[in-house]
């Protein structure tokens, strides 16, 4: 048996916003593991369609299982996952069987990008082999539902040539079904599979499966095929089908430059004729601050220049009084506006699309710059006059939001009415993005310069702490002018230079930095609330309410490790040795979390205390992205040649002193 366990989890995108997913044991855990899970309007409306399956080996020696699942009360069976003797998600996902007679069969599962198809085959490496049995599980429900036993489900499939298709439900797509076996019709319902993840956080965790037959393959020279589609498929030979998929895929995903990159591909997906950026998997779409947070690195650090414009230029059309949305729902509702960042951060990944173009060689068109450019001003006059949720620039030039009951910042965990971080008033990483903002225009147009002097003189006098040697974390707290929140948080990194424009002087910069890195980071990033604070949690169980009240509450969160070494690198003079201190000391735990969790991926968060259980969704896109840009842009030595983010920062220090900043 190898070191994975079901904690483990592994992912084959199909770049539409559609998956295959499962845990290394092939235990499910959760609602969302699934061998066919398709995106009917992609990146949404998602529907699972094959949640899984048994398998086994029948030969003179007896019946071995090759599958294990999990049943109420938690009894698993049968004993398949047993007889795992080794486990990878490289290139894709791949077991190797070990069975008592000295058999052993390689399993794999490869899902086609650009296309809702997944290729699961078995082949025999040595031994007797015998006769492979695969059951299929299906269902056709929404991806966030569970199924029951019910007298809709339609278990005869239509025989085609080109194999078989079962159309589980009305309004649901068709299972297009090939393989290289015989099928035998035996419909029946497996009920009570058990989700441990679901149950853990005290959700519903039972669901009925059904079970149209049984697929039979005598497994010799030939490897046994099963090809799972949500469209018709070509042809009836799924030994080829599966030649193509294997040679296509291992094609594509050894032309990636590095691991991260390659994980970083798996996020961008199609939205109507364009792309997005998915925030997650398995339950996240796509959502505005994720969206520009995370296309810095999954695009720009990747020197992916056309999708990072072509996404921008997209969600540019969206922006309405000023502001942007921070959610598009699955199913038609009005875009959600709840968020005072999203608007800002898509300022500065417009900055960075410019820069990293120059870089590239490939500059934004006229065109598309103006459209670009006139996105900002929309964004930044919007927040200037005043917006929703009480956001607007105040008359000391900060910029202040919020209103009771709306959590409009990155750290937005509810339970039910109650915002758990409120942080309504003038949030430090809301004045960080506000003041870069203004400080990025106002190079192109003087309009911004005023306003951008009269916060950025406002910002360091307001928010340092003598007491505490870092910043407060919000002032004029809930709009009562003078009040201040202190509370150690890691929002503040953005203002020591985790952006372009560090608001404080080199000497308090430097001073914040370290206590920073004495009271939030751990290997895997920053904590949201340093151990000792009051309302601090260092584990994060239970149910939704528990969960939700830890989220911001010293859960660690890996996406904001990038800002806090490129402002600890900067504070040490960005020299050859800080960065390979910071590449020793920060970058290589960060890479190591790659082998567990979601595997090849970086976590959406971990437990603030030690040892840092990675937890929340497993493949997160700007955990994987900022991972990316903290290795390909921020870390990246003067000494190599490469000096992208090297010549960024002299190009805004430069202009910063233009300006007296």
């Not at 294997?246 to 094609?251: F, G, H, K, N």
């Not at 009480?390 to 409009?408: M, N």
């Not at 910043?471 to 509370?487: A, E, F, K, N, R």
Request: contains cysteine.
């Amino acid at each position: 048996m190898t070191s994975y366990s079901e904690n483990d989890e592994w992912l084959e995108a199909d770049g539409l916003g559609g998956y295959a997913s499962g845990t290394a044991t092939g235990i499910r855990t959760r609602r969302y593991h699934a061998l066919l899970l398709t995106a009917t309007t992609p990146p949404t409306g998602r529907m699972v369609l094959v949640n899984g399956c048994d398998a086994w080996l029948d030969n003179a020696s007896g019946s071995f299982a090759l599958t294990s699942q999990r049943y109420e009360p938690g009894v698993i069976h049968p004993d398949g996952a047993t007889r795992i003797r080794e486990f990878t998600v490289d290139p894709w996902p791949q077991w190797v069987f070990s069975l008592a007679d000295g058999t052993t069969i390689a399993h794999e599962v490869i899902a086609r990008h650009g296309v809702p198809i997944v290729a699961l085959s078995w082949r025999l490496l040595s031994g007797p082999g015998g006769t492979l049995a695969v059951r299929p599980f299906f269902s056709g429900r929404d991806y966030h539902s569970l199924q029951r036993e019910n007298s809709a489900f339609r278990f005869d499939p239509e025989a085609t040539p080109g194999g078989l298709i079962w159309r589980p439900y009305d309004g649901v797509p068709a299972v297009h079904v090939a393989t290289s076996g015989a099928y035998h019709h035996q419909p029946d319902w497996y009920r009570n599979f058990r989700y441990e993840a679901e149950r853990d956080r005290g959700l519903d965790d039972i669901e009925d499966l059904a079970a149209p037959g049984v697929f039979s393959f005598r497994l010799n020279a030939n490897a046994a095929v099963l090809i799972f589609s949500a469209e018709p498929l070509n042809g009836d030979d799924a030994i080829a089908a599966l030649a193509e998929i294997r040679s296509a895929e291992s094609t594509r995903r050894t032309a990636f430059a590095s691991p991260l990159h390659r994980a970083a591909d798996t996020y961008l997906v199609k939205r109507g004729d364009g792309q997005t950026i998915i925030a997650g998997y398995p339950w996240f779409a796509d959502w505005g601050r994720d969206t520009f947070i995370a296309l810095r690195g999954v695009c720009l650090a990747a020197e992916r220049i056309d999708e990072a414009r072509n996404i921008l230029l997209e969600w540019s059309r969206a922006i309405s009084e000023g502001m942007l949305p921070n959610r598009f729902p699955d199913r038609g509702e009005l875009p959600e506006f709840n968020s005072v960042d999203a608007s800002l951060w898509f300022i500065i990944a417009v900055y960075d699309l410019f820069d990293a173009a120059d870089r590239c060689g490939t500059p934004v068109s006229l065109d598309d710059r103006r459209a670009l450019e006139n996105g900002i001003d929309q964004i930044l006059s919007g927040y200037a006059h005043g917006t929703r949720f009480g956001i607007r620039a105040d008359e000391d030039g900060l910029l202040a939001a919020g209103v009771a009951g709306v959590q409009l910042t990155w750290m937005d965990a509810k339970v039910g009415d109650h915002v758990i971080t409120p942080r309504v008033g003038k949030p430090v990483e809301v004045q960080a993005l506000w003041l870069n903002s203004l400080w990025l225009a106002s190079r192109r147009s003087p309009r911004w310069r005023e306003l951008f002097d009269r916060g950025r003189a406002a910002f360091e006098t307001r928010f340092w702490n003598e007491t505490t040697g870092c910043l407060h974390d919000v002032v004029d707290v809930d709009h009562q002018s003078g009040t201040v929140d202190s509370t150690l948080r890691p929002n503040q990194v953005l203002a020591l230079g985790g952006l372009p424009l560090l608001l404080v002087d080199e000497v308090r910069a430097r001073r914040a930095i370290d206590i920073v890195e004495t009271r939030l980071w751990t290997p895997i990033g920053l904590r949201s609330l340093a151990s000792g604070q009051p309302g601090y949690v260092g584990r994060y169980r239970g149910g939704v309410s528990a969960r939700d009240g830890a989220y911001h509450q010293g859960t660690v969160w890996p996406w904001l490790l990038t800002a806090f070494v490129e402002a600890w690198v900067r504070s040490r003079g960005r020299t050859a040795e800080a960065i390979a201190q910071a590449r020793a000391r920060f970058l290589t735990p960060l890479l190591d979390h790659l082998s567990e969790g979601g595997l090849g991926h970086v976590s959406e968060i971990a437990e603030g205390d030690a040892p840092h259980r990675p937890d929340g969704c497993p493949f997160q896109a700007w955990s994987v992205g900022e991972a990316l840009r903290l290795d390909r842009i921020v870390l990246q030595s003067p000494e190599t040649g490469n000096r992208k983010r090297d010549v960024a920062s002299k190009s805004a220090e430069g202009a910063a002193h233009e300006m007296g900043v």
